[in-house]
């Protein structure tokens, strides 16, 4: 699934770079440059929280100042969230039973959905002869950042794509984006990045199961188990639904409203605990998560192998975990 919302203040970024959202380690998420627009800076590898900021602010370079000018200051948009969300039972069997090549799964797959965005949706707008039009540019200047628990504290694999409000234009200079292709494009892009994790899942033995609204599950977890694991999306339809909406009809300003207000915030328990918590949890539920991985791997005899990662390189080990990145700046 893709959500889309708009960045308020740059200010965010230091809170999508925080140690609380990853899951049995006391580390900074695992984060990535991505898109043409980062390679033309020299960007690339774990991201530097307080270059984010800057870049969100409209400072793209010592020339650069994006934005209008508005009683005399300056007016900017910082830029746009992406949202990639693991099903449920991807998120348990990854991070719950310790399938690290379904992280590498992941990440394979929210790359493929962005470069398709990139390329589709990327564009600026220009001013000629007194009308204004569409021009293409096929760059993003964006930020992967791996999250792996939710608010409620539980396993819940996601990736949140900070999408800096720029682009390079034919003329090589630096504007704001033209947003409306983005949220167009945003539906399609989620639809890739659900079959591209699909397509890696079964790579590595997973039976998948497909759902009426475009999403998959691995077969063979129980709805219930997924459903004792999202206490938060539970809470978050019950108070759509007072107001008359649901995950589909609601706005993105709407949902992320009722997000925010589904239920307060816990923190996860400290290393390794929250995993052998999760576990027992899935155990007394009637699933040992840890031996369902076990069973699908021995018995597909598959991997990852050369899978990209996060950062877009190679991993010849699928059975190595991803390494931490050390976020500067923050």
Not at 10 to 27: F, I, K, N, T, W
Not at 163 to 183: F, I, K, M, Q
Request: glycine content about 10%; hydrophobic content about 35%.
């Amino acid at each position: 699934m893709l959500t889309i919302t708009p960045i308020r203040t740059p200010e965010r970024a230091s809170d999508h770079l925080a140690r609380v959202h990853r899951y049995g380690a006391e580390e900074p998420p695992v984060t990535a440059w991505f898109g043409a627009g980062a390679a033309a800076k020299g960007l690339s590898g774990p991201v530097d929280g307080a270059q984010l900021e800057t870049l969100l602010d409209g400072r793209i370079n010592e020339w650069t100042r994006l934005g209008r000018r508005r009683g005399g200051e300056r007016d900017h948009r910082p830029g746009w969230e992406l949202m990639f969300s693991a099903p449920k039972s991807v998120s348990l069997a990854a991070l719950v039973g310790g399938d690290q090549t379904l992280l590498m799964a992941h990440d394979a797959a929210t790359r493929e959905a962005l470069t398709w965005l990139e390329v589709q949706a990327a564009a600026t707008r220009l001013s000629s002869g007194g009308k204004r039009h569409v021009l293409p540019t096929g760059c993003l200047l964006a930020a992967i950042v791996r999250h792996e628990v939710s608010r409620a504290a539980e396993p819940h694999l996601h990736s949140r794509v900070l999408v800096v409000n720029a682009t390079l234009a034919a003329t090589g200079t630096w504007r704001t984006l033209h947003s409306l292709p983005l949220y167009v494009g945003a539906r399609q892009a989620g639809i890739r990045y659900q079959q591209a994790l699909a397509g890696y899942a079964g790579t590595l033995g997973y039976d998948i199961a497909w759902r009426a609204n475009d999403t998959c599950e691995l077969d063979a977890v129980p709805r219930e188990l997924s459903s004792l694991f999202s206490s938060r999306t539970k809470a978050l339809e019950q108070r759509l639904a007072r107001r008359g909406l649901d995950r589909r009809t609601a706005s993105g300003k709407q949902r992320e409203h009722a997000t925010r207000q589904a239920s307060a915030a816990r923190s996860p328990l400290p290393g390794e605990q929250q995993r052998r918590h999760d576990g027992t949890l899935a155990q007394q539920a009637g699933f040992d998560l840890e031996a369902f991985v076990a069973r699908t791997r021995q018995a597909g005899q598959r991997t990852l192998t050369h899978s990209p990662s996060i950062d877009g390189s190679t991993v010849n080990d699928p059975s190595a975990p991803l390494s931490s990145t050390r976020v500067e700046g923050l």
